[in-house]
C-alpha cells in the first residue's frame, strides 16, 4: 500500500472529522465497508469466531473487534482518544455586543488559545431535534465554511501586546458571526443547515453539542512533502493509525481497536477511558467466546497487551531547551514511546522492550521521550486503561509540534512507521 495513497486518507479524514461524533462516524463507515459488523450495546450480542465486529457509545467513542479464529486467549489492543481540545459553544451561545451576534464559548480541554485569533472558524456537532410527530432525533451537523472569526485587537490600541499578556476567554473568544444579528438568528440559522444538509423541516431543536473549527484543509507541507499540518492531530492522527492498521492486519490474532472521547478532559465520563466502556464490551466478549467467569477474564486481560497511542511533544527548533537533552523525538524519526517514573504513562521496561522487539522487526525506527524533570508532565488514557482493565500498556506517539493549537504538525514518514509497527504487534504469534 502506498504512502501517498494513505495519506491522502489521512487528510480526507481529517478534514470529516470536525468533532469526535463526526470522527466515529467515518471510523464506523470504513468498518462496514470492510465487512465490520456493528453492535447494539441494548441488545443482546451473538458472536462467532473469526468475526469482526464493533460498537459505538455515545456517538463518540468506538471499540471495534477482531475475533480470533482458534480461542480467546490474548487480545492486542491499541488506544487512542477521538476529541482535541478546542472552542465549544455554550447552551445559550447567542449574544450581542456593538452591533454583532456573537457566540458564547466554553474552553474544551487545555486549548492553546492565541492561535485561535484571525481564522477562519466553522461549526459542527450534533443537534438534537424533535420532529411534528413527536419523533426525537439526534443528527450530525458539519457548516464547513468560515461562518464566523475570532478577530485580533490591533496592536495600536494593545501596545503591550507581544509582551505577553493573559487572554479572557470570557470576554475575548467570542467569535463575531452575524453583523446586524438578533440572539434569535442562530436557531434560524441552524434550522436552515438542517434542512439544507438533512431534509429536515418543521422540526424543533431540543439541543446540541457544537464546536468551533478552523475550516482551512488539511495539507503536506515542506518542500518535500514531508509535514502533516492540520487541526485535531492529537489524536485523530492516532485514531486513524490505529484504524489502518487494524484493516491491515492479517486477521490472525484477536485485536481491538478503542477510541475513547473525552481524554482531553479527564476521561470521567460512560464512554470516556475511565468509565466502563472498554471494559464492558471485553467481558461481554468473553462470556460468549472466552473461558467464563471472572477467573477466565483475568486470565485473558493479563495475556493481553494495550499499546495506547498518543502523539508525542517532537523537539522544537526554536525552543529545544524545553526537552531533556537526550529525549528530544525528531520529526520522521520513528514513533516514539512515552516514559515517565510517576505514572503519568504506562510504559514500563517490559512492555517497552516488547515494543522496541516489534520495530526492530517492523524494520521501524523508534525514540524515546521523557519530560524535563523540572517541567509536568501530560497523560494519556494509557494510565487510566491499565488502571480500569489491568492490561500491560504501553505509552507511544507520533511526534508532533504545537500541541493543542488550532493547527497542529506531524511528520509525514512517521505516520507509515507506526502503522507498520502496529501492523506487526496486531500480527504477531506471541506477546512475549
Given at each position: 500500500?502506498?504512502?501517498?495513497a494513505?495519506l491522502?486518507?489521512?487528510l480526507d ?8 461524533w ?18 447494539d ?5 451473538q458472536?462467532s469466531?473469526g ?5 459505538t ?11 480470533p479464529?482458534d480461542g ?5 489492543m ?9 472552542l465549544?459553544?455554550k447552551?445559550h451561545a447567542?449574544q450581542t455586543?456593538a452591533?454583532?451576534?456573537?457566540l458564547?464559548?466554553e474552553l ?21 431535534v424533535r ?8 443528527v450530525?451537523?458539519?457548516?464547513d465554511r468560515?461562518i464566523?472569526i475570532?478577530?485580533?485587537?490591533a496592536?495600536?490600541?494593545?501596545r ?6 493573559a487572554i479572557?476567554?470570557?470576554t475575548?473568544?467570542?467569535p463575531?458571526?452575524l453583523?446586524?444579528?438578533e440572539?434569535?438568528?442562530l ?9 439544507a ?6 422540526a ?9 473549527h478552523?475550516?482551512q ?5 515542506g ?6 499540518a492540520s487541526?485535531?492531530l ?18 490472525s ?14 476521561s470521567a465520563s ?8 472498554l471494559?464492558?464490551?471485553l467481558?461481554?466478549v ?6 467464563p467467569?471472572d477467573e477466565g ?10 499499546i495506547s497511542c ?6 522544537h527548533?526554536?525552543?529545544t531547551?524545553?526537552?531533556d ?5 525528531a520529526?520522521n524519526?520513528?514513533p516514539?514511546?512515552?516514559?515517565n517514573?510517576n505514572?503519568?504513562y504506562?510504559t ?7 515494543f522496541?522487539?516489534?520495530?526492530r522487526e517492523?524494520?521501524?525506527?523508534v ?13 494519556t488514557i494509557?494510565?487510566?486503561?491499565a488502571?480500569?482493565?489491568?492490561v500491560p ?13 488550532i493547527?497542529e504538525t506531524a511528520?509525514a514518514?512517521d505516520?507509515?512507521?507506526?502503522t507498520?509497527?502496529l501492523?506487526?504487534?496486531l500480527?504477531r504469534?506471541?506477546?512475549?
Amino acid at each position: 500500500m502506498s504512502r501517498e495513497a494513505r495519506l491522502e486518507r489521512l487528510l480526507d479524514f481529517l478534514y470529516r472529522s470536525p468533532t469526535p461524533w463526526h470522527a466515529v462516524a467515518a471510523m464506523a463507515e470504513r468498518l462496514d465497508a470492510a465487512g465490520f459488523r456493528r453492535l447494539d450495546e441494548s441488545q443482546a450480542w451473538q458472536l462467532s469466531a473469526g468475526e469482526r465486529v464493533y460498537v459505538t457509545r455515545n456517538g463518540s467513542s468506538i471499540v471495534a473487534v477482531q475475533l480470533p479464529h482458534d480461542g480467546l486467549e490474548a487480545l492486542r489492543m491499541i488506544g487512542a482518544h477521538t476529541d482535541s481540545p478546542g472552542l465549544r459553544l455554550k447552551p445559550h451561545a447567542a449574544q450581542t455586543a456593538a452591533g454583532w451576534l456573537q457566540l458564547g464559548v466554553e474552553l474544551y480541554g487545555g486549548v492553546l488559545l492565541a492561535p485561535w485569533y484571525d481564522r477562519d472558524l466553522g461549526l459542527a456537532g450534533r443537534v438534537h431535534v424533535r420532529h411534528p410527530d413527536g419523533r426525537l432525533e439526534g443528527v450530525l451537523l458539519h457548516v464547513d465554511r468560515p461562518i464566523a472569526i475570532i478577530p485580533s485587537l490591533a496592536i495600536h490600541l494593545d501596545r503591550e501586546v507581544n509582551n505577553g499578556r493573559a487572554i479572557n476567554a470570557q470576554t475575548q473568544m467570542p467569535p463575531v458571526f452575524l453583523q446586524g444579528g438578533e440572539k434569535g438568528d442562530l436557531q434560524r440559522l441552524l434550522l436552515e443547515w438542517l434542512e439544507a444538509q438533512h431534509g429536515i423541516t418543521g422540526a424543533e431543536i431540543l439541543d446540541f453539542e457544537l464546536a468551533l473549527h478552523d475550516v482551512q484543509p488539511p495539507a503536506l507541507v515542506g518542500v518535500e512533502r514531508e509535514l502533516v499540518a492540520s487541526a485535531r492531530l492529537d489524536n485523530l492522527l492516532s485514531c486513524f493509525i490505529g484504524l489502518e492498521a487494524l484493516l491491515e492486519s492479517d486477521g490472525s490474532q484477536g485485536v481491538v481497536l478503542v477510541a475513547n472521547d473525552h481524554e482531553e478532559v479527564g476521561s470521567a465520563s460512560a464512554c470516556g477511558a475511565q468509565g466502563p466502556f472498554l471494559g464492558d464490551v471485553l467481558r461481554r466478549v468473553n462470556a460468549l467466546l472466552g473461558e467464563p467467569g471472572d477467573e477466565g477474564f483475568i486470565r485473558l486481560i493479563q495475556a493481553s497487551r494495550m499499546i495506547s497511542c498518543d502523539n508525542a511533544h517532537a523537539l522544537h527548533p526554536n525552543f529545544t531547551d524545553k526537552h531533556d537533552a537526550a529525549h528530544g523525538p525528531a520529526l520522521n524519526g520513528g514513533p516514539v514511546i512515552k516514559v515517565n517514573a510517576n505514572q503519568r504513562y504506562a510504559t514500563n521496561s517490559a512492555t517497552s522492550a516488547l515494543f522496541r522487539d516489534v520495530c526492530r522487526e517492523a524494520e521501524v525506527p523508534v525514540q524515546t521521550f521523557a519530560t524535563r524533570a523540572d517541567m509536568g508532565c501530560g497523560s494519556t488514557i494509557g494510565p487510566i486503561t491499565a488502571t480500569e482493565l489491568g492490561v500491560p500498556t504501553l505509552d507511544v506517539g507520533v511526534p508532533q509540534w504545537a500541541m493543542h493549537s488550532i493547527r497542529e504538525t506531524a511528520g509525514a514518514k512517521d505516520v507509515e512507521y507506526l502503522t507498520r509497527a502496529l501492523v506487526t504487534f496486531l500480527n504477531r504469534p506471541r506477546l512475549s
